[in-house]
């Protein structure tokens, strides 16, 4: 099946400063979508992604599909940006079905 | 917030029992997922539901079976609890729509001792 990396797997940033977490992926995919687990354990949709770039805020991600990895990028970032960031990549084309990335664990420090 | 719910929030239970945790979706989301998180694991899907009584296996389906009776609720069922099945679990929903994401319920904390 499908492997997912994630990279780095541990970032601590000073509050303000700019970070790219990167997710790649062995085989091409229709649907790659983000995801924020903050300290409480609640997982929040941040992007859905299969290509492209999107921005929402402080947050954007660029998927380049055809290179198979997607690029988080955290500007000006905050202590509440805290938590685990996971990508997601459907297993199998057409099926719905997500595989998860093993995370990056982000500290943002006062 | 999606209206997701997961029942129980917080079980602990011995090893060999059964245990069924439930998952309601107020949504009427065709997908539903569960998904086991262990630390240094990630997120791991156990199985998936595509439909009413459609439901397939995902990575670590060993151990656990599902059922899909109504739209609204997915349950998984831990046959006979083991110690290597102390996780968190949470359940997932998505729609058919492009641009459907994922969204999670909050989870629910198993220890079987």
């Given at each position: 099946?499908?492997?997912?990396?994630?990279?780095?797997?541990?970032?601590?940033?000073?509050?303000?400063?700019?970070?790219?977490?990167?997710?790649?992926?062995?085989?091409?995919?229709?649907?790659?979508?983000?995801?924020?687990?903050?300290?409480?354990?609640?997982?929040?949709?941040?992007?859905?992604?299969?290509?492209?770039?999107?921005?929402?805020?402080?947050?954007?991600a660029?998927?380049?599909?055809?290179?198979?990895?997607?690029?988080?990028?955290?500007s000006?970032?905050?202590?509440?940006?805290?938590g685990?960031?996971?990508?997601?990549?459907?297993?199998?084309?057409?099926?719905?079905?997500?595989?998860?990335?093993?995370?990056?664990?982000?500290?943002?420090?006062? | 917030?999606?209206?997701i719910?997961q029942?129980?929030?917080?079980?602990?239970?011995?090893?060999?029992?059964?245990?069924?945790?439930?998952?309601?979706?107020?949504?009427?989301?065709r997908?539903?997922?569960?998904?086991?998180?262990?630390?240094?694991?990630?997120?791991?899907?156990i199985?998936?539901?595509y439909?009413?009584?459609?439901?397939?296996?995902?990575?670590?389906?060993?151990?656990?079976?599902?059922?899909?009776?109504?739209?609204?609720?997915?349950?998984?069922?831990?046959?006979?609890?083991?110690?290597?099945?102390?996780?968190?679990?949470?359940c997932?929903?998505?729609?058919?729509?492009?641009?459907?994401?994922?969204?999670?319920?909050n989870?629910?904390?198993?220890?079987?001792?």
């Amino acid at each position: 099946g499908i492997q997912v990396e994630q990279s780095p797997p541990d970032l601590i940033l000073q509050e303000g400063a700019n970070s790219t977490l990167r997710c790649n992926f062995s085989d091409s995919v229709n649907n790659l979508q983000w995801f924020h687990q903050n300290p409480w354990g609640q997982l929040i949709n941040l992007f859905y992604i299969p290509s492209g770039t999107k921005q929402n805020g402080r947050l954007s991600a660029t998927t380049v599909a055809t290179e198979r990895y997607s690029l988080l990028y955290i500007s000006s970032s905050q202590t509440t940006d805290s938590g685990v960031y996971f990508c997601a990549v459907e297993w199998t084309s057409g099926t719905y079905k997500y595989i998860f990335g093993t995370g990056t664990r982000l500290k943002v420090l006062a | 917030d999606a209206g997701i719910t997961q029942s129980p929030r917080h079980k602990v239970t011995e090893t060999g029992t059964p245990v069924t945790l439930r998952c309601h979706q107020t949504e009427n989301h065709r997908y539903m997922y569960w998904y086991r998180q262990d630390p240094g694991h990630g997120l791991r899907l156990i199985h998936y539901s595509y439909g009413v009584k459609d439901t397939d296996k995902g990575e670590v389906s060993d151990g656990y079976s599902v059922s899909r009776s109504k739209t609204e609720d997915f349950l998984l069922t831990l046959e006979s609890a083991t110690s290597s099945q102390t996780s968190v679990y949470f359940c997932a929903i998505s729609g058919t729509a492009d641009n459907s994401p994922l969204h999670f319920g909050n989870g629910t904390r198993l220890t079987v001792t």
